[in-house]
């Protein structure tokens, strides 16, 4: 289906766009995941001809972004569409692979009928759970008991930004855009409130400008809510308002990965632990043992998601916010020892020069490290860190 040149005409809910990972794993397309990563949960977004009305700066949906809504990519991979009959039909053929299924709502009033369909025939035709990741700006109260009735298990509300003032500027005033701090957690609240505590959440995406502290708050406040927090790293889409913004440095992100499973597994709070005076966490308020014993599991860098029907995440996202390899950010399977040796290095800032340079190579075969562009302004910036921590300069 995905082969036609125009699939402008394939909307919801006869049609669904799919994760490049989902089309591998249902046999759509070909290929292979590196290190043999498997994923276990179908993710399908719904598709409409006029698209998207939310403008979020990063997004690859966004309506600033060129192009037609159908060949948009999203969380940086293509999503092909495919016939919703077809899925269901290949999921069936395939029930070992699969543990649960999320579908995407976008900020399209069309898409609250539709989500509810769609989740009604997948949950009718086999025993899978459904997750949602929902459109706050366009529900209210009632939709959320209606999902429910649908046959929905699991609640999404991709928050995303940790302050009210990034949220604003990047999904709100700051780019004309619908969406509203408050109506995302008042969301998220009412769907905790229908679904249950555990059976809601939020998505947070780190390296928008927050520092540590605020996001941490922010995982802190979900978790007194009684969710849990899914993690992202900000990854560049091409065509996008950030298209020239670079991802957070490794050591930030894998000290907010560790947050959040301390956080999310009532370990340690956000409240607790140290902070220095640019918000970054100094400490977990942990003992140096027990946070050894947790780095060493390599839980806390494995992808947050939601869990299929064994209670294993299914939603692990194989290289969703990073290009395979050794500095993938969330890992889809437990890491190893080598892994966990480099997480280390990560963490500490010490494999800072090789993070460096193979930012550097990328963006350069992208066209994306031009001279006076913000990624060659950024790469000047990181070298004199680097040089401020290790003695070396990047050439």
């Given at each position: 289906?995905?082969?036609?040149n125009?699939?402008?005409?394939?909307?919801?809910?006869?049609?669904?766009?799919?994760?490049?990972a989902?089309?591998?794993?249902?046999?759509?397309?070909?290929?292979?995941?590196?290190?043999?990563?498997?994923?276990?949960?179908?993710?399908?977004?719904?598709?409409?001809?006029?698209?998207?009305?939310?403008?979020?700066?990063?997004?690859?949906?966004?309506?600033?972004?060129?192009?037609?809504?159908?060949?948009?990519?999203?969380i940086?991979?293509?999503?092909?569409?495919?016939?919703?009959?077809?899925?269901?039909?290949?999921?069936g053929?395939?029930?070992?692979?699969?543990?649960?299924?999320?579908?995407?709502?976008i900020?399209n009033?069309r898409?609250?009928?539709?989500?509810?369909?769609?989740?009604?025939?997948l949950?009718?035709?086999?025993?899978?759970?459904v997750?949602?990741?929902?459109?706050?700006?366009?529900?209210?109260?009632?939709?959320?008991?209606?999902?429910?009735?649908?046959?929905?298990?699991?609640?999404?509300?991709?928050?995303d930004?940790?302050?009210?003032?990034?949220?604003?500027?990047y999904?709100?005033?700051?780019?004309?855009?619908?969406?509203?701090?408050?109506?995302?957690?008042r969301?998220?609240?009412?769907?905790?409130?229908?679904?249950?505590?555990?059976?809601?959440g939020?998505h947070?995406?780190?390296?928008?400008?927050?520092?540590?502290?605020?996001?941490?708050?922010?995982?802190?406040?979900?978790?007194?809510?009684?969710?849990?927090?899914?993690?992202?790293?900000?990854?560049?889409?091409a065509?996008?308002?950030?298209?020239?913004c670079?991802?957070?440095?490794?050591?930030?992100?894998?000290?907010?990965?560790?947050?959040?499973?301390?956080?999310?597994?009532?370990?340690?709070?956000?409240?607790?632990?140290?902070?220095?005076?640019?918000?970054?966490?100094?400490?977990?308020?942990l003992?140096?043992?027990?946070?050894?014993r947790?780095?060493?599991?390599?839980?806390?860098?494995?992808?947050?998601?939601?869990?299929?029907?064994?209670?294993?995440?299914?939603?692990?996202?194989?290289?969703?916010?990073?290009?395979p390899?050794?500095e993938m950010?969330?890992?889809?399977?437990?890491?190893n020892?080598?892994?966990?040796?480099?997480?280390?290095?990560?963490?500490e800032?010490?494999?800072?020069?090789?993070?460096?340079?193979?930012e550097?190579?990328?963006?350069c075969?992208?066209?994306?490290?031009?001279?006076?562009?913000?990624w060659n302004?950024?790469?000047?910036?990181?070298?004199?860190?680097i040089?401020?921590?290790?003695?070396?300069?990047?050439r």
């Open positions: 289906m995905d082969g036609r125009d699939q402008s005409d394939l909307e919801s809910p006869e049609f669904l766009r799919m994760s490049l989902a089309a591998m794993t249902l046999g759509f397309k070909p290929g292979v995941f590196y290190r043999n990563a498997r994923l276990y949960c179908i993710n399908l977004l719904l598709t409409y001809r006029n698209g998207c009305a939310a403008r979020c700066a990063y997004c690859g949906l966004s309506r600033n972004r060129p192009g037609i809504y159908q060949g948009k990519s999203f940086r991979v293509a999503w092909p569409t495919y016939a919703l009959d077809e899925i269901i039909q290949r999921i053929e395939r029930r070992e692979k699969v543990k649960r299924i999320c579908i995407s709502m900020t009033k898409s609250i009928h539709d989500t509810n369909e769609v989740c009604a025939r949950r009718s035709s086999f025993d899978i759970p997750s949602l990741l929902i459109s706050p700006t366009i529900l209210g109260y009632k939709d959320l008991l209606d999902f429910r009735h649908a046959g929905a298990d699991k609640i999404g509300v991709a928050i930004l940790a302050t009210e003032a990034l949220f604003d500027r999904r709100g005033r700051g780019v004309q855009g619908p969406h509203r701090w408050n109506t995302y957690w969301t998220l609240k009412d769907a905790l409130d229908v679904f249950g505590k555990g059976n809601a939020a947070f995406m780190v390296g928008m400008g927050e520092t540590e502290k605020e996001m941490c708050e922010a995982i802190q406040r979900v978790r007194d809510m009684g969710g849990s927090t899914h993690l992202f790293s900000f990854f560049p889409e065509g996008s308002v950030m298209a020239d670079m991802p957070p440095p490794l050591d930030q992100y894998r000290r907010i990965q560790l947050a959040r499973y301390l956080i999310d597994n009532g370990i340690s709070r956000g409240d607790r632990f140290g902070y220095d005076e640019r918000g970054r966490i100094a400490n977990f308020g003992p140096r043992d027990d946070l050894n947790i780095i060493d599991s390599g839980q806390p860098f494995r992808t947050s998601g939601c869990e299929g029907y064994d209670g294993e995440v299914a939603c692990n996202r194989p290289f969703a916010n990073s290009r390899g050794p950010r969330n890992y889809p399977f437990p890491p020892r080598a892994d966990i040796q480099r997480i280390r290095r990560q963490m800032g010490k494999d800072a020069l090789l993070s460096f340079e193979l550097r190579a990328t963006a075969r992208h066209g994306q490290s031009k001279k006076g562009s913000r302004i950024h790469f000047r910036f990181r070298a004199l860190s040089f401020c921590r290790t003695g070396q300069y990047p």
